[in-house]
């Protein structure tokens, strides 16, 4: 079993940035990738960026140049920070991980507001 704690959500003015973390733990832990998904209310959950243990990263196309997702495989940890933020980033961001065993795990998600 992997638990997913999640931090640094908040309120952000349009054009600022944050920097959202996620620890993996858990007996045994072997991650294979790490991601963030948000979900905006009454909407489906999608990707934002994933990342494996190897460092390959992929983008969705709406926030490509703007976010960046990190890793530190010693900690089981990955990170996102988010620059030129806009209104149609806010939502519910979530932390996924799948372990090399192929099983997947979902963080409790954290609160991301852009608005003025």
């Known amino acids: 079993q992997v638990q997913l704690v999640e931090s640094g959500g908040g309120l952000v003015q349009p054009g600022g940035s944050l920097r959202l973390s996620c620890v993996a733990s858990g007996s045994g832990v072997s991650i294979y990738t790490m991601g963030w998904y948000r979900q905006a209310p009454g909407k489906q959950r999608y990707m934002v960026a994933t990342?494996?243990?190897?460092?390959?990263?992929n983008y969705a196309d709406s926030v490509k140049g703007r976010f960046t997702i990190s890793n530190d495989n010693a900690k089981n940890m990955v990170y996102l920070q988010m620059n030129s933020l806009k209104p149609t980033d806010t939502a519910v961001y979530y932390c996924?991980?799948?372990?090399?065993?192929?099983?997947?795990?979902w963080g409790q998600g954290t609160q991301v507001t852009v608005s003025s």
């Open positions: 996924q991980t799948i372990t090399t065993t192929i099983e997947t795990y």
């Open positions: 990342i494996t243990r190897g460092g390959t990263t």
